[in-house]
């Protein structure tokens, strides 16, 4: 026992001279890790190198400090930006990275962060793109940058309550936001909300500008809640490239199917045949299933209720 306690104050004093105090837990993500930049031909290629080198050997004190300082000195070096990032997302420390960016307080005019960003996507570092925008989102002009690209982040990936979260943001400062009240319209279809599609349908119906594409909500909305023939009337009423969308084909046929004993498919058949053309490989007598005397008879006994 008597040695335990100089065997403790050593190993803190030796945390301490090392500056270790992040999770070691990280260091094989560091060490192994593919994705920090090489830089050639900038002023910045110096310290940038030496970022990399104290960041994989973890003396990560010192990294950090390189890394800031080297961002002082090129603050439009998008590599280097890059590399702080990454350093800052395998070791978890979003929140550190956070207050940096938010001291630095880049405007929304920056060319330096708005390549950084499209760089994130090219590159597929989307989760990265994911905690920069959040941190962008503190800055004034970047709010509703940021929470529509988070938004629509979230609604790509089947995180509907986060997307449903950031759009709303959006629509407390601009409740007419043609993108937000789109991406709540399809959080409802996939969450099944009727009448809660309705309310954003007739919004989008006001607001929309360049996207006149909105009837399928309407459509959608007005069939599950049973009402057919409001439901046929807004797919009639829909825009030519919107009748193309094999979404939109099936709620209109599914809507005809339910109205009449023979639908008649004149109307639907050349958006079909537009929608194969782009690659739709459902057979006619499938998608229709009243074209070929099989489905006839279906169609007949399901009618009939003795199917």
């Not at 004034?140 to 940021?146: I, M, T, V």
């Not at 009402?227 to 084909?249: C, D, G, H, M, V």
Request: proline share 3%.
């Amino acid at each position: 026992m008597k040695f335990r306690i100089p065997y403790l104050l050593f190993l803190c004093y030796f945390m301490f001279l090392f500056g270790c105090r992040y999770p070691i837990a990280k260091q094989d993500e560091l060490e192994t890790d593919t994705l920090f930049l090489e830089l050639t031909g900038s002023k910045a290629t110096d310290c940038n190198a030496e970022g990399i080198r104290l960041s994989k050997t973890i003396q990560l004190d010192q990294a950090e400090t390189v890394w800031d300082q080297c961002i002082q000195t090129n603050p439009n070096e998008v590599v280097v930006h890059l590399n702080r990032l990454r350093f800052y997302y395998l070791l978890d420390e979003y929140e550190h990275l956070k207050q940096k960016i938010t001291k630095e307080a880049p405007s929304r005019s920056s060319v330096t962060y708005t390549t950084i960003l499209k760089e994130l996507e090219v590159r597929l570092r989307n989760e990265e793109r994911v905690v920069l925008l959040d941190a962008l989102s503190r800055l004034k002009g970047w709010e509703l940058y940021s929470y529509e690209e988070l938004a629509n982040y979230y609604l790509q990936t089947g995180n509907f309550v986060y997307a449903e979260g950031y759009f709303n943001q959006i629509l407390e400062v601009v409740p007419f936001h043609e993108n937000a009240l789109y991406g709540m319209a399809d959080i409802q279809v996939q969450k099944s909300n009727w009448y809660s599609l309705l309310d954003y349908a007739k919004s989008l119906e006001v607001a929309a500008k360049k996207n006149q594409e909105f009837h399928f909500y309407f459509v959608k909305a007005n069939y599950e809640l049973g009402r057919y023939e409001t439901a046929l009337k807004w797919a009639e009423s829909a825009t030519p490239n919107e009748k193309t969308q094999i979404s939109f084909l099936e709620v209109w046929r599914d809507t005809l199917l339910v109205l009449k004993d023979s639908p008649r498919w004149d109307n639907l058949l050349p958006y079909y045949r537009k929608a194969v053309e782009r690659g739709y490989a459902v057979p006619e007598s499938v998608f229709f299933p009243t074209l070929s005397k099989e489905g006839k008879d279906v169609r007949k006994a399901s009618r009939s209720g003795r199917s």
